[in-house]
């Protein structure tokens, strides 16, 4: 079956731009998470969808959101790109919240 | 909220020696507790988990201990093998309505043969 999608795999945005990334889950999963993964950092949470309600939200500003489709899928938008917003930004889904998230490849964002 | 400390950053070991990761965690409500192992440039891999009721689980060479009274959770990787070199992450979070996975720092694992 086919694994969690996310689109696109590469971005270079400027400071200021706003940008949004895309993930399609595992066929069936209902609950989709968003991390931040930087060197400095490692992986950090930035929110947790289900059944299109936003269920958990990790400690990011503002100008990072999210949604949620009847159809499972999720966006992330980061308003104000900022250069620290550089990361590699990955989307995981599950069945439920309780069992094995899988993870996507990641969006590799670069902010100039 | 929870905070996860992982142990060591680094480990080295030579090919058929045993490996083993700690992790620490903050919150006594933290019931799940998974473990990823990321190669480089690929996606996170989930290669075992333990929920609060288990305290140790088994998966061929690999195995997870979990003291829920010391708050601390261990991976046990036997009879180690070059493939085995990646980046393992611990995380643990608190089911109730919705999960947040709280990750460790990783740790990169080197096996030499």
């Known amino acids: 079956k086919a694994g969690v999608t996310q689109t696109p795999r590469y971005l270079i945005k400027t400071r200021g731009q706003q940008v949004t990334l895309s993930c399609s889950p595992i066929?069936?999963?209902?609950?989709v998470s968003w991390y931040q993964q930087t060197p400095g950092q490692g992986l950090q949470f930035l929110f947790e969808?289900?059944?299109?309600?936003?269920?958990n939200k990790g400690n990011f500003p503002g100008r990072f959101s999210g949604r949620q489709f009847s159809n499972s899928r999720s966006e992330m938008n980061v308003s104000t790109l900022e250069l620290g917003d550089s990361a590699l930004y990955l989307c995981?889904?599950?069945?439920?919240?309780?069992?094995?998230?899988?993870f996507g490849s990641g969006t590799r964002l670069t902010v100039v | 909220g929870e905070n996860v400390e992982q142990h060591p950053s680094t480990l080295s070991v030579q090919e058929g020696d045993s490996a083993v990761i700690k992790c620490t965690y903050s919150?006594?409500?933290?019931?799940?507790f998974p473990w990823y192992k990321q190669e480089l440039g690929k996606r996170p891999q989930l290669i075992i988990d333990?929920?609060?009721?288990?305290g140790e689980k088994k998966d061929q060479r690999i195995a997870v201990t979990l003291n829920k009274t010391a708050k601390h959770f261990s991976l046990h990787i036997t009879e180690t093998q070059p493939e085995d070199s990646a980046v393992y992450f611990c995380?643990?979070?608190?089911?109730?309505?919705?999960?947040?996975?709280?990750f460790g720092k990783g740790t990169t694992l080197s096996v030499s043969s």
């Open positions: 995380a643990a979070s608190i089911y109730q309505a919705g999960t947040a996975l709280i």
């Open positions: 333990i929920r609060s009721n288990v």
């Open positions: 969808y289900f059944s299109e309600t936003q269920r």
């Open positions: 066929s069936g999963h209902r609950s």
């Open positions: 995981a889904s599950s069945l439920e919240s309780d069992h094995g998230y899988t």
């Open positions: 919150d006594s409500a933290s019931n799940y």
